[in-house]
């Protein structure tokens, strides 16, 4: 089983590094955190495949692949504060915990926080917050080095470039629920905010309020 972990890792980084993707802070924290405790036991032997996975409550996990670009345009330092805006299986939380300093990570299912709680203490990741709640206006009255949004917003979220540290750096896929997504950098400089597109994806819209039953 830890022959078969090290060459699924083994390909990911070799797949990342045939895309230009070269960074060792990166390639260092999925070698450290096992995706395999994150996915759904159906799809185990498939934990570093290119594709993406369904979990609970009807949401899904991004590709290894995809996350790499996200991460390496977080540009994650230690020390960094950092808000995440949809916890999911909480591999993506585990990650940034690795890279970065303190994490606070929302979801709006209590089933998904509950699970990435157990994840993260099984691995011993202590420097994360998980809340339920509503994350479609981040945390009011906290700065934030960087935020990442796994929820697809219509436009660039005002609420959370209000909530960026000076020279803090937000990612988050905008463009319509139903369609096509464009991942899109914001880095906050002085006053003005610096935008770069990165890639198109679809994923599910940031949906509002907190899920009473599940």
């Known amino acids: 089983m830890a022959q078969k972990k090290l060459e699924a890792v083994a390909s990911l980084l070799l797949r990342l590094r045939t ?23 159906i799809f185990l032997d498939a934990s570093y495949s290119p594709g993406s996975f369904p979990i609970e409550c009807g949401q899904s996990m991004e590709s290894a692949d995809q996350l790499a670009r996200i991460l390496l345009a977080l540009d994650v330092q230690p020390g960094n504060r950092i808000l995440e805006i949809g916890t999911g299986s909480g591999y993506v939380t585990a990650l940034l915990a690795h890279m970065g300093g303190k994490v606070t990570s929302v979801d709006r299912y209590r089933t ?27 945390i009011e009255g906290q700065l934030y080095d960087r935020i990442f949004i796994s929820g697809a917003l219509p436009q660039v979220p005002k609420q959370f470039l209000d909530q960026l540290a000076s020279n803090g750096v937000l990612v988050a896929p905008i463009g319509p629920g139903d369609g096509v ?23 599910q819209p940031l949906e509002a309020g907190v899920a009473r039953a599940i």
Request: glycine content about 6%.
């Open 19 to 41: 895309a230009g993707i070269m960074d060792k802070r990166l390639f260092e924290a999925f070698e450290a955190i096992p995706r395999q405790n994150f996915v759904p036991i």
């Open 181 to 203: 997504q464009t991942v899109t950098k914001l880095t906050k400089i002085g006053s003005r905010f610096e935008k770069e597109e990165l890639f198109k994806t679809r994923c």
């Open 112 to 138: 998904l926080i509950e699970k990435a709680r157990q994840r993260l203490s099984q691995l011993k990741i202590d420097n994360v917050t998980l809340e339920q709640r509503d994350g479609r206006d981040g």
